[in-house]
């Protein structure tokens, strides 16, 4: 079994990953989504922890990824960042989502604010890609601090068109790899029997058009 099916399976059983098509979660925008992701369960299971750096290192390997320092992003690719730097026995640095409003000011932390990356080759970490651009932001900070990134890697992926977007219109192209994919989650979950066809053939709809499914659903946005 591949990584990804193995952590879509583990994920399912212990809730990090929910599917409510017909119940849908309010996301903090107001949309009604059929999913709901909280990759940080894993980390309560040392097992699962080791799964997700291996995920990791096979997709390093497969694309034959070099790199000088690993960087998770702030807060949830953090863990993973470290985990997988100390396998790889690298530097590791984080990111915040924004510089920081006092002392040094700091955006990423794990280098001196006197100095930059000098054109390291950096991977950034991620837990969850879903519209993409907080991950996007991450990636044009490291490479502001001149690192260079070529890839960003993530746990889990929804695989938007919006995300893909993102990176997209970075001066500079990232590829983007995932352990798990939404792709293969739908076939896990329908292997497992967690939903039924009709079930899974509305969270694919999702995914085609997901702004607009909750209301073509019967479940219009709630306005905040």
């Known amino acids: 079994m591949s990584v990804g099916k193995e ?9 990090s990953i929910k599917l409510r098509p017909n119940d849908p979660f309010t996301w903090a925008s107001g ?3 059929p999913i709901y992701n909280d990759n940080r369960m894993l980390l309560f299971y040392p097992e699962y922890r080791k799964l997700i750096i291996k995920g990791f290192k096979q997709i390093i390997k497969k694309e034959n990824i070099e790199c000088d320092v690993i960087a998770g992003t702030s807060t949830a690719g953090i863990p993973h960042a ?9 530097p590791m640095i984080y990111i915040r989502d924004k510089p920081k409003d006092h002392g040094l000011k700091n955006q990423i932390e794990g280098l001196d604010a006197d100095k930059d990356l000098e054109g390291k080759k950096v991977i950034v970490i991620e837990d969850l890609i879903s519209t993409g651009g907080s991950s996007a932001k991450a990636v044009q900070a490291v490479r502001d601090a001149k690192g260079k990134v070529e890839y960003c890697l993530a746990i889990f992926s929804y695989g938007l068109d919006k995300a893909k977007s993102e990176f997209d219109v970075l001066p500079e192209k990232t590829e983007v790899r995932s352990i ?3 792709d293969i989650l739908l076939k896990t979950a329908k292997a497992i029997n967690y ?8 969270l694919a709809n999702w995914r085609k058009d997901p702004f607009n ?3 073509k659903n019967g479940f219009p946005k709630i306005e905040k």
Not at 195 to 202: E, G, H
């Open 213 to 215: 499914w909750g209301e």
């Open 82 to 90: 470290a985990l997988l730097a100390e396998l790889l026995k690298k």
């Open 195 to 202: 939903l039924t066809s009709d079930q899974i053939k509305l």
């Open 7 to 15: 952590i879509a399976k583990v994920s399912l059983s212990i809730g």
């Open 180 to 182: 798990l994919t939404y």
């Open 31 to 33: 949309y009604r989504m």
